[in-house]
């Protein structure tokens, strides 16, 4: 899985929507990407899907990847 992450406010955004929405968070995060898809919001439709990655990743209870 590739990540891009542009600034700190996509981690923020992820803890947030974490702390808000428990284990549904990463629905949350594709609501809000698909929202701004059908809005034709292309750049937060970008960010909100991230986001909805990173919250996977910081999910898990170990490492993924290489770890240097």
Same mark, same amino acid.
């Given at each position: 899985?590739?990540?891009?992450? *542009?600034? +700190?406010?996509?981690?923020?955004?992820?803890?947030?929507?974490?702390?808000? $929405?428990?284990?549904?968070?990463?629905? =949350?995060? *594709?609501? +809000?990407?698909?929202?701004?898809?059908?809005?034709?919001?292309?750049?937060? $439709?970008?960010?909100?899907?991230?986001? =909805?990655?990173?919250?996977?990743?910081?999910?898990?209870?170990?490492?993924?990847?290489?770890?240097?």
């Amino acid at each position: 899985m590739h990540l891009y992450l *542009a600034d +700190r406010s996509s981690v923020d955004a992820a803890q947030e929507l974490m702390a808000t $929405f428990g284990d549904d968070a990463g629905f =949350e995060a *594709a609501a +809000r990407a698909d929202k701004s898809r059908d809005l034709g919001n292309h750049l937060n $439709f970008c960010r909100w899907r991230q986001i =909805e990655r990173l919250i996977v990743l910081m999910s898990q209870g170990r490492a993924v990847g290489t770890v240097h």
